[in-house]
């Protein structure tokens, strides 16, 4: 089968594929001592731009791996005498006593396929390195990447481009992520990237360098990073000093995270009535010829979309990419459902998306044996009056707060992922601290409404837009000295 640009297009969206310039490609690779007794290993090659700066460098005991065929087979068509390997890296492993040393720009995947197609082998490396709740593929790749080092002389290198903000994200998971990375690595540099250089990213990127060994003792001990160029603390940059803030998970002893209904597909567009987007679902999933032209005309409602990223013209790249990946969620659908179910009313629920409500196709049978991000929160209680907030704020989000009433919120309506508490709250639904807290600075007892309120107050303040600017990606929290 022959593959198009626009197939290339969207396997780098749905496998997290994010090529890297040749001049970041050198820079990490100078960081590294090749000599005779080191092993490389580039486990997600791709282009093979890390592999053309090896051999720049005159080093040839290097193997690549690569999951993509089209890529493994065009390197290997013109490079028969390196050692490639066409696999998982998940599959992957090795026995040798030479020092292993691993470089790469591994995938970025908010909800890893590896928890798809090696569910227990993650719970194995999560389990091992006290690692947990966290989706992220990079971070499984990196696990993988330690663990293939203990199984061998149990010292190695790793130089990765990695997302920054799993090192600034603050929430309790990523915080032992970090512990993890302490403990078991030495971190010898950090040069941050501007992930514009990079076609399709936009978040911000970092290259890491790490010494992995287990018998560093001084490993937690590290308390400076050399960060481009710079000595910082370690601490301040991994944002692990919160102790001035009470963190949501501090507060509440239950929250939930809103749904993530699947793209642009499974939500209402604006203004539109639940008897006009079930119409539309339907028309889309019972078109079996469907083609992409179809389903553009089909996602909007008097001219207006779900997603923002068809605001540009039909015939951009952003727009035809985001087409082919909800195309092929269409055709996943289509294979495990019948249409008539877009017509059941008992399939569609309210959801307050921003400041705006929708409704969502909300059916737990597109969670089985799906190749797309969809997601339903598990609460189902009897209060549909709910108070949300943006649990996981970046600097440059537009974060909501506030009420509703429609018992689930939109997850990723922010950047940053949206949470909600019921409003029939009880002072049993409050941790012990932050009633001792609350009594002892408001001289009051603790009421839901009033923490709300409080809540709301904090977004507003001006303590809440530094932390914002100091700590780039946090989990939401209220100051520890109380704002009047």
């Keep these: 089968m022959s593959i198009t640009n626009r197939d290339i297009d969207t396997k780098e969206v749905s496998m997290g594929q994010y090529f890297t310039p040749i001049d970041i490609a050198r820079k990490l690779v100078s960081n590294i001592t090749l000599n005779d007794n080191c092993l490389v290993i580039e486990p997600s090659f791709g282009g093979g731009v890390f592999l053309d700066v090896l051999k720049e460098n005159n080093f040839n005991n290097y ?72 989706r992220e593929e990079c971070v499984f790749w990196l696990l993988h990447t330690m663990y293939i080092i203990y199984m061998n002389s149990g010292y190695g290198e790793i130089h990765y481009i990695l997302p920054k903000s799993i090192f600034t994200n603050n929430s309790k998971f990523f915080t032992q992520f970090k512990e993890c990375i302490r403990k078991h690595c030495l971190i010898s540099r950090i040069d941050e990237i501007d992930g514009s250089r990079f076609e399709g990213v936009s978040q911000e990127l970092v290259a890491i360098s790490l010494l992995v060994n287990p018998n560093l003792s001084f490993n937690r001990m590290q308390s400076e990073i050399l960060l481009n160029g710079q000595i910082v603390s370690l601490d301040n940059y991994f944002c692990m000093n919160t102790s001035d803030t ?6 509440f002893k239950k929250t939930y995270l809103g749904s993530v209904p699947c793209e642009s597909l499974l939500v209402s567009c604006p203004n539109e009535s639940l008897e006009e987007f079930k119409n539309r679902l339907y028309r889309i999933m019972n078109n079996k010829d469907i083609d992409i032209q179809y389903l553009y005309m089909n996602l909007q409602y008097n001219g207006k979309f779900h997603l923002k990223v068809f605001d540009n013209p039909y ?28 017509l059941e009313n008992k399939n569609y629920h309210k959801i307050q998306a921003r400041n705006d409500k929708r409704y969502y196709f909300r059916n737990k049978d597109i969670k089985k044996n799906k190749n797309f991000v969809y997601e339903i929160t598990p609460y189902e209680g009897d209060c549909n009056d709910i108070f949300y907030f943006t649990s996981n704020p970046s600097n440059s989000s537009t974060d909501y707060c506030g009420y509703s009433d429609c018992g689930d919120v939109l997850r990723n309506c922010s950047p940053g992922c949206m949470r909600f508490v019921p409003c029939n709250l009880t002072k049993a639904d409050f941790t012990d601290y932050f009633i001792n807290w609350w009594e002892e600075n408001f001289k009051k007892e603790l009421s839901c409404l009033d923490v709300f309120e409080y809540i709301k107050n904090v977004y507003k303040s001006n303590w809440y837009k530094e932390r914002k600017k100091k700590h780039k990606r946090f989990y939401f929290g209220i100051p520890r000295d109380f704002i009047v």
């Design 63 to 134: 193997i690549g791996i690569e999951l993509d065929e089209y890529w493994y087979n065009k390197r290997i068509n013109f490079n028969k005498e390196e050692h490639l390997l066409n696999k998982n890296f998940y599959d992957f492993n090795i026995s040798t006593n030479k020092k292993i040393i691993f470089v790469g720009n591994p995938p970025y995947s908010g909800t890893a396929n590896s928890l798809h197609t090696h569910k227990s082998y993650i719970n194995m490396l999560c389990n091992m390195f006290q690692v947990s709740g966290i």
């Design 246 to 251: 009470i963190d949501f998970m501090e507060i």
């Design 315 to 342: 015939e951009s790249n952003q727009v035809q990419d985001k087409l082919s990946v909800i195309l092929e969620y269409v055709k996943n659908i289509q294979n495990k459902m019948i249409p008539e179910e877009f």
